[in-house]
């Protein structure tokens, strides 16, 4: 069965602006990548988990802070990997400032037998929507895309 993920599109209108939270990967492998490295925080989910409650949980658990509001489904969206990533768009707000992300470790340099901490993220921003769509990796423009014509 392939991977699936879930996660949560937050987005403002700051301005007559819409604008969306983003996530930046963490790692020696992301930390010189920036257009379409960029994604909605999100985290793997087991079969007999509620994938709303799991996206949930890794927003929190890679940024620190809890979301709520009412969450719209968007449609699912499959990564070149193959796996499944569902989302939900929610209508809030986070301090793209003071993001505290769960880490894993990492062996680094590979088959070094070396093992480093690394941030599941590293940095989180609020992007306009044109931005937003060269940041986020391309499978996930479909998110922003299709919150742009629910909400605009």
Not at 81 to 107: M, P, R, T
Request: hydrophobic share 45%; net charge negative; glycine share 8%.
């Amino acid at each position: 069965m392939p991977k699936q993920s879930a996660g949560i599109l937050v987005y403002k209108n700051i301005d007559n602006q819409l604008q969306v939270f983003l996530v930046h990967p963490g790692g020696p492998f992301w930390a010189k990548k920036d257009g379409g490295a960029w994604s909605v925080p999100k985290g793997e989910f087991l079969d007999d988990e509620d994938p709303l409650a799991a996206a949930q949980r890794e927003f929190t658990e890679e940024t620190g802070q809890s979301i709520d509001g009412n969450f719209l489904a968007l449609k699912p969206v499959k990564l070149k990997s193959g796996k499944q990533v569902y989302c939900w768009a929610v209508e809030g707000d986070a301090d793209a400032d003071n993001i505290v992300s769960n880490v894993f470790q990492l062996e680094w340099p590979p088959k070094s037998g070396r093992l480093i901490d690394v941030p599941e993220v590293d940095k989180a921003a609020w992007f306009d929507l044109n931005t937003a769509k060269e940041k986020i990796n391309i499978a996930q423009v479909a998110f922003i895309e299709e919150l742009e014509a629910l909400v605009l």
